[in-house]
């Protein structure tokens, strides 16, 4: 089995080498960033398997570093953090944080976790998740990504404007996890050229309308202050 890569960015210099220890232990290679810069500085220096993020550094927000981080990359995170607010759970998870763990947490408990998520990531590797080519929605409305066509459940098309398409494939393919708003507006930014926050309310709000079923299932969620997803079939 290749060797991993783990990087632990923690500002308690004494923490971080107690859980490095322990990955060293277990066969790990492990890097240490004690700010946000060398956390940055690492990421462009070595290809990392896993990294162990603390929130509150001292020249950073990790959940500032997280979102940039899911700007450009998909490596496994997990948060590592002694705060209490279910707010920051949210926001990191949110964000794409793969777990979430409350110091204290014992070095042990860590490595097993992070063995247990590069596993999982392993096999995803040798059986891919592709998006899908159809989602179906919980009261019956078929999006045909495809085709690029919203369809009743007796194979009538409602029209949708391209931004529309855009914003309800982006919320498909999350396969009813929550997608962050500013994950919807950037999507948006970038495919359709939206440069108006408020656009992404009004999107939302003209697609409830055309996803309304006969059984009144609501199609698109809303978390507050968090995001959105979907209810799929």
Same mark, same amino acid.
């Given at each position: 089995?290749?060797?991993?890569? %783990?990087?632990? $960015?923690?500002? /308690?210099?004494?923490?971080?080498?107690?859980?490095?220890?322990?990955? %060293?232990?277990?066969?790990?290679? $492990?890097?240490?960033?004690?700010?946000?810069?060398?956390?940055?500085?690492?990421?462009?220096?070595?290809?990392?398997?896993?990294?162990?993020?603390?929130?509150?550094?001292?020249?950073?927000?990790?959940?500032?570093?997280?979102?940039?981080?899911?700007?450009?990359?998909?490596?496994?995170?997990? $948060?590592?953090? @002694?705060?209490?607010?279910?707010? /920051?759970?949210?926001?990191?998870?949110?964000? @794409?944080?793969?777990?979430?763990?409350?110091?204290?947490?014992?070095?042990?408990?860590?490595?097993?976790?992070?063995?247990?998520?590069?596993?999982?990531?392993?096999?995803?590797?040798?059986?891919?998740?592709?998006?899908?080519?159809?989602?179906?929605?919980?009261?019956?409305?078929?999006?045909?990504?495809?085709?690029?066509?919203?369809?009743?459940?007796?194979?009538?098309?409602?029209?949708?404007?391209?931004?529309?398409?855009?914003?309800?494939?982006?919320?498909?393919?999350?396969?009813?996890?929550?997608?962050?708003?500013?994950?919807?507006? /950037?999507?948006?930014?970038?495919?359709?050229?939206?440069?108006?926050?408020?656009?992404?309310?009004?999107?939302?709000?003209?697609?409830?309308?055309?996803?309304? @079923?006969?059984?009144?299932?609501?199609? %698109?969620?809303?978390?507050?202050?968090?995001?959105?997803? $979907?209810?799929?079939?």
């Amino acid at each position: 089995m290749a060797q991993h890569t %783990i990087l632990i $960015v923690e500002d /308690d210099k004494l923490l971080a080498a107690v859980n490095a220890d322990c990955f %060293i232990m277990s066969g790990y290679k $492990v890097l240490t960033a004690t700010t946000g810069a060398a956390f940055k500085a690492a990421l462009r220096e070595h290809r990392i398997s896993l990294i162990l993020l603390d929130l509150n550094l001292p020249d950073a927000d990790g959940i500032e570093l997280l979102k940039d981080l899911r700007q450009s990359s998909q490596v496994l995170l997990m $948060v590592v953090s @002694g705060s209490q607010e279910e707010r /920051d759970r949210i926001l990191a998870l949110t964000f @794409g944080a793969d777990d979430f763990l409350t110091k204290p947490v014992s070095a042990r408990e860590l490595e097993l976790r992070a063995r247990n998520l590069l596993a999982r990531q392993q096999q995803l590797v040798r059986q891919p998740l592709l998006p899908p080519a159809t989602a179906i929605f919980s009261n019956g409305w078929q999006l045909d990504i495809h085709r690029q066509l919203l369809l009743d459940d007796s194979g009538n098309s409602q029209p949708l404007t391209q931004a529309e398409f855009v914003l309800l494939r982006r919320l498909a393919y999350a396969r009813g996890a929550i997608v962050s708003r500013q994950d919807l507006f /950037d999507t948006l930014s970038r495919e359709v050229g939206v440069t108006n926050f408020e656009t992404l309310s009004t999107l939302i709000y003209r697609l409830r309308r055309k996803l309304q @079923g006969k059984c009144g299932t609501a199609v %698109i969620v809303t978390l507050s202050k968090v995001g959105f997803r $979907v209810n799929l079939a």
